[in-house]
């Protein structure tokens, strides 16, 4: 730079110097040459540490990208690639650098696993025929240990490449997750409603299959369940029902979870009855099984709607979301009739089912406004000691008569009101009128009230206890006049606030009184949980009597009372020889229609009388 500066000074001295050019000129000249000298050489040192910094900076972004790239020439050489690069890949930096071949890179990557089954060769004449189309590509490409990268190749103007690559094994993951959750139920992992239509829709267009046989099945008093144990243990038991339904069915057969308590079973084949039958009988025995949840011993129930459609060759493929909405429909139809109005729990679609569906959403609107249009009543039916030979109390029962349907059965109206939630509005009227009429009777003559297991859950109204403490203080009956039936149920003596209930209801005075005794799943446990005053043996092992079968039970029932110190109520006596049978056996409180039918409040005088008839023969 020093010669350079010195030749630049010496050739403006040589320049010819006009005749009259003072020599300070001559000076000045030489300094301006100099100053722009000086000033050229610290642009350029000024663009050279701008284009090092301007370098650093294209690197640090090259190595920092989160996707591999790397740059070839025309010839297939490494002009760079960038560390994301050799990290995908796992690339010895030794190996794939600047300079080195398309073919050294392969037979680099074919080594460290990157082509499962692929040779060097074969890798290699599988990218030379991408690249020798010329034109920009993307793919994806799987690697040895699962991950996908996604693959972008663009041409350079000069011939020469940049292939970027992307790592999206978490992204395709998650987003095929999201697809998962969309189209499956978060607690079973089973298909939910959506992908059982779509299924039913592409079978139908495609014609595969024949037709449809499905099955919609409710697991009972789930609800109770969760209300009482908690919502993990029923979240478990429906996995576990998913479990033993899955395994009920053929592999082509489609196990859905709908919703709550719901499920669906999908067979793709001609409409068959028979075979759908057969299939909820396998569905049927498999939920029914005994089993233990999170510590609780349960037996589950279900009922099950079948519905059978054949894919009519002649209808259109367009015509797939109106055939499934109505096979869903039939089979709803048929699950909501399952079990009601003494139907079979495994009910088969009939045309019917239509209009019985219409009439008990009228018989659903009538309920609604009984209680308001005085429509409900309470019978009553005497409870006789043969010890004392008298009565010693009335059974209250709730009976609807119906402007136009007359007397409507309770075992109808009763469930609907529990499922319309409008048990505790009718539950505690039940209990001021029963209390409010039985405070006119004898004073030694009791009422039994019924109650919902339903009553007991917590409510925007005031609790059970509250309503009975205040049916009792309206009506001026004694306490201890008051007897409070409740049976055996899934949900009931398992729940700490349940049994908390009870001694609350039993500090007021009422007795309790464990009704239909044998026919639920835990018996015996309900015993130990809390101190009843009274067992009622269910009415359908009264009804076998004197058949050794039943005669055994009701011993056993009646000698279990006694030593548990427990009086024993049989109910649905008819005949004297049950009672002949029932007085054999220890029990001692008879009901049923040999000692009187359910009646009014006004003829319970005349009851008091007549119930005491069968005892006198």
């Known amino acids: 730079m020093l010669a350079r500066l010195a030749g630049f000074v010496k050739e403006i001295r040589q320049r010819p110097t006009p005749p009259k050019l003072p020599e300070s000129a001559l000076l000045e000249a030489e300094l301006q040459a100099l100053e722009m000298f000086r000033l050229d050489m610290a642009e350029i040192e000024l663009r050279g540490q701008e284009l090092e910094e301007t370098h650093a900076r294209l690197d640090a972004a090259l190595h920092t990208m989160p996707h591999g790239l790397i740059m070839l020439d025309a010839d297939l050489r490494v002009v760079l690639c960038n560390r994301r690069l050799r990290a995908l890949f796992g690339f010895d930096p030794d190996i794939v650098r600047p300079g080195a071949t398309l073919a050294q890179v392969i037979t680099h990557s074919v080594a460290l696993g990157n082509h499962p089954g692929c040779s060097p060769a074969e890798a290699l004449a599988a990218t030379r025929s991408r690249l020798a189309h010329g034109v920009a590509c993307a793919f994806e490409q799987h690697l040895a240990d699962r991950r996908l990268l996604s693959v972008h190749w663009e041409p350079m103007p000069d011939g020469g490449w940049v292939c970027t690559y992307e790592d999206i094994t978490a992204r395709v993951a998650a987003t095929e997750r999201a697809a998962h959750l969309a189209r499956h139920d978060s607690i079973t992992g089973l298909p939910n409603r959506a992908a059982l239509i779509e299924a039913m829709q592409t079978a139908w267009q495609k014609r595969r299959g024949c037709g449809f046989n499905l099955l919609c099945l409710e697991i009972e008093r789930f609800q109770d369940l969760c209300d009482t144990a908690g919502h993990a243990t029923g979240d478990e038991l429906l996995r576990r029902i998913g479990e033993r339904l899955g395994a009920c069915v053929r592999q082509t057969d489609i ?184 405070a006119k009777w004898p004073q030694k003559v009791k009422v039994a009230v019924n109650l919902s297991p339903l009553q007991f859950l917590p409510g925007p109204g005031p609790g059970l206890e509250t309503v009975v403490a205040n049916a009792l203080a309206r009506s001026g009956l004694d306490p201890l006049r008051l007897e409070l039936e409740i049976t055996e149920s899934l949900r009931l003596m398992d729940d700490e606030r349940t049994k908390s209930t009870l001694h609350a209801l039993r500090e007021l005075g009422a007795g309790i009184a464990l009704d239909d005794f044998g026919t639920g799943y835990s018996s015996l446990s309900y015993l130990r949980s809390f101190p009843f005053d009274k067992l009622k043996i269910d009415q359908s092992f009264v009804r076998g009597l004197p058949e050794t079968e039943s005669e055994a039970i009701v011993r056993a029932i009646s000698a279990l009372g006694a030593s548990l110190g427990i009086a024993t109520v049989a109910e649905g006596i008819e005949t004297p020889t049950q009672l002949a049978t029932l007085v054999a056996e220890g029990c001692d409180i008879m009901q049923g229609y040999l000692f009187g039918k359910p009646c009014p409040n006004d003829d319970v005088p005349a009851a008091l009388v007549s119930a005491l008839a069968p005892l006198s023969v």
Not at 370 to 395: D, I, K, M, N, W
Not at 400 to 417: D, I, Q
């Open 255 to 438: 196990v859905a979870h709908l919703r709550g308590a719901g499920f669906a079973i999908l067979q793709l084949a001609p409409a068959n009855p028979d075979l759908a039958a057969r299939l909820a009988k396998r569905v049927a025995d498999a939920v029914h099984a005994p089993l233990r949840v999170n510590g609780r011993s349960l037996l589950p129930t279900a009922r099950i709607g079948i519905a059978t459609r054949d894919i009519d060759l002649d209808e259109p493929a367009t015509a797939a979301e109106e055939a499934v909405a109505e096979v869903l429909r039939n089979a709803s139809l048929a699950l909501t009739r399952a079990g009601q109005d003494g139907a079979a729990r495994v009910l088969l679609y009939a045309p019917d089912m239509d209009r019985r569906a219409q009439a008990r959403h009228a018989l659903e609107m009538d309920l609604r406004a009984a209680l308001s249009a005085g429509q409900l009543s309470l019978y009553y039916q005497p409870l006789v000691s043969v010890s004392r030979h008298c009565v010693t109390g009335f059974e209250a029962l709730l009976r609807w008569k119906h402007p136009e349907r007359g007397f409507v059965s309770p075992g109808v109206f009763v469930p609907l009101a529990e499922e319309l939630g409008l048990i505790g509005e009718i539950g505690a009227w039940a209990l001021r009128t029963a209390c409010t009429q039985a």
